[in-house]
């Protein structure tokens, strides 16, 4: 799933609001951070920017991004259960799914959306 122009109608974009079922955390690919994230994160985190990217951020594939780590079982490194660990300061990539984003399915709140607008029509 790349992350460009959404693919999500805009009648959908305005009606969606993340339910924090945290299933996109699991999703396969790189959370990349932006300077702002990562200084956020660190605040959010009460770590010095060194140690937050020590601890929690490798190279994306890209090699000029930082990316958050994984967990072993390829869950994002600061999700907590369901539910994000760090929500309020998560990074834009997290906070622009799906308006920033090519994807068709997966979300259960945009599948339920989704389905909701098929009935309709
Ligand atoms: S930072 Fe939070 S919202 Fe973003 S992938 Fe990780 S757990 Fe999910």
Redesign the pocket.
Known sequence: MSKKRSSVDEDILARFACTGC?V??RWPGH?LLTDTDIRE?AYHLALGEADFIEQYTRLASNRAQLS?KDKADG??????GN?????EA??L??RS?PAAWQVRQGCPELDRLHDEKKRVE
Do not use: A, E, N
Request: hydrophobic residues 35%; neutral net charge; proline residues 5%.
């Open positions: 945290g996109c955390c959370v994160l958050l869950s994002c490194i600061l999700l907590d539910t994000c660990g760090v929500y998560r990074p990539q997290c799914f």
